[in-house]
């Protein structure tokens, strides 16, 4: 969203810290997302990165699918969609969630290994399953591809051993990377693809859908490739990977979805010179919603002041309220030379913020007390 004078005056007494969302932005997204890899492509968006009610809700009533990794997230959106809209797309899931998510009649579940197929078999009979393959994450802010994917070696003898488990083999899935830089990697992810459904067709299993993950990056602070020269390597690579085949195609954007549709409004409640260097502590940290600047990820900031040629700027380091020395937000940024009270406006601020309260639907271990009183 664009931080306008206007907006920065509505919402002027709300108390800090606080999120904007801005749903004309989320169906932006989605439309342009659309727009740009094929008209019959099937969103599911993944509901890990941001999952408000208004998120959903507005993604919902545009036609969106949604990509879930617990009973908790499903939850969320099982009273927006039906379930034929939902992808269960963890490769590692909890038992007890793929039992109810069964029961409520979700069909589409990932996997990647041996295991997720006994499970499957055991409380997802006859459903439509798809393999999670290891691809290339080079180039992506947050490689994905240790802890999950199923090596080329390893895919068509999974693919075997689910279709005489009682399971459907339906389709493949990779990811390239959390915010992936190298459109590269769209293109090699679907060779791969090709090469697994190939072999496997040599074995009479018929893969009819496609799914192409997430990984589409946003704009931050350094140039990202556009989410048309992105969709322009996909159609391209289909064209020549999957000639002439009708696939069901589907895409579980996250970041891209949400994450220039909020901005994180904070305060300056402290500052203080520390050998040498200037630092701003902001009544929002890394604890708070910024867990990604904590692996160095940097947000673009702005201030109330920006425009004001009459305040100096100087360079300081920006950290959470919190007593942790974790607790730092970006270092050496130039900025207008803040008092206690001036605002302070983290953009692109929607995706994996406020999610991380209870990430990926999973709840924090209950406390059970033993001992004396």
């Known amino acids: 969203?664009?931080?306008?004078?206007?907006?920065?005056?509505?919402?002027?007494?709300?108390?800090?810290?606080?999120?904007?969302?801005?749903?004309?932005?989320?169906?932006?997204?989605?439309?342009?997302?659309?727009?740009?890899?094929?008209?019959?492509?099937?969103?599911?968006?993944?509901?890990?990165?941001?999952?408000?009610?208004?998120?959903?809700?507005?993604?919902?009533?545009?036609?969106?699918?949604?990509?879930?990794?617990?009973w908790g997230e499903i939850e969320k959106v099982k009273d927006l969609v039906p379930s034929s809209k939902i992808a269960f797309s963890s490769p590692v899931k909890v038992p007890d969630h793929i039992k109810k998510a069964y029961e409520l009649g979700v069909r589409l579940f990932a996997f990647d290994s041996e295991e997720e197929i006994q499970k499957l078999s055991r409380l997802a009979p006859k459903s439509n399953i798809y393999l999670r393959l290891h691809v290339d994450n080079h180039g992506s802010e947050w490689p994905l591809n240790?802890?999950?994917?199923?090596?080329?070696?390893?895919?068509?003898?999974?693919?075997?051993?689910?279709?005489?488990?009682?399971?459907?083999?339906?389709?493949?899935?990779?990811?390239?990377?959390?915010?992936?830089?190298?459109?590269?990697?769209w293109q090699k992810a679907i060779k791969v693809c090709a090469d697994v459904a190939f072999k496997a067709s040599g074995e009479k299993i018929d893969l009819s859908m496609l799914n192409l993950g997430g990984g589409i990056p946003v704009r931050y602070i350094k140039n990202v490739p556009s989410i048309e020269e992105i969709g322009e390597v996909g159609r391209q690579s289909l064209d020549e990977y999957f000639?002439?085949?009708?696939?069901?195609?589907?895409i579980e954007p996250g970041r891209s979805i949400a994450a220039n549709a909020s901005v994180l409004i904070t305060s300056v409640i402290g500052r203080a010179n520390r050998n040498g260097k200037n630092w701003l502590y902001l009544d929002a940290g890394v604890f708070h919603g910024l867990m990604e600047a904590y692996e160095k990820f940097k947000f673009e900031i702005?201030?109330?002041?920006?425009?004001?040629?009459?305040?100096?700027?100087?360079?300081?380091?920006?950290?959470?309220?919190?007593?942790?020395?974790?607790?730092?937000?970006?270092?050496?940024?130039?900025?207008?030379?803040?008092?206690?009270?001036?605002?302070?406006?983290?953009?692109?601020?929607?995706?994996?913020?406020?999610?991380?309260?209870?990430?990926?639907?999973?709840?924090?271990?209950?406390?059970?007390?033993?001992g004396a009183k």
């Open 146 to 185: 240790d802890k999950y994917g199923a090596s080329i070696a390893e895919a068509v003898p999974l693919l075997i051993k689910a279709k005489y488990h009682s399971l459907i083999p339906y389709g493949l899935t990779f990811h390239v990377g959390s915010q992936c830089l190298r459109v590269e990697n």
């Open 243 to 250: 000639p002439n085949q009708k696939l069901r195609l589907l």
């Open 1 to 70: 969203m664009i931080l306008t004078a206007e907006i920065i005056e509505r919402f002027k007494a709300t108390p800090t810290p606080f999120f904007i969302i801005d749903r004309d932005v989320v169906r932006k997204n989605y439309e342009r997302i659309k727009r740009n890899f094929n008209r019959d492509i099937e969103i599911f968006y993944s509901v890990k990165t941001n999952d408000h009610t208004e998120v959903l809700r507005t993604l919902a009533s545009i036609g969106s699918s949604f990509d879930v990794a617990s």
């Open 302 to 370: 702005k201030t109330e002041k920006d425009n004001d040629l009459s305040v100096d700027k100087k360079r300081f380091n920006l950290s959470g309220p919190t007593c942790d020395s974790l607790d730092k937000i970006i270092e050496d940024v130039l900025l207008p030379d803040l008092a206690v009270g001036d605002r302070v406006y983290i953009l692109n601020a929607g995706a994996y913020t406020n999610s991380y309260q209870n990430y990926n639907g999973f709840n924090y271990p209950e406390v059970v007390v033993t």
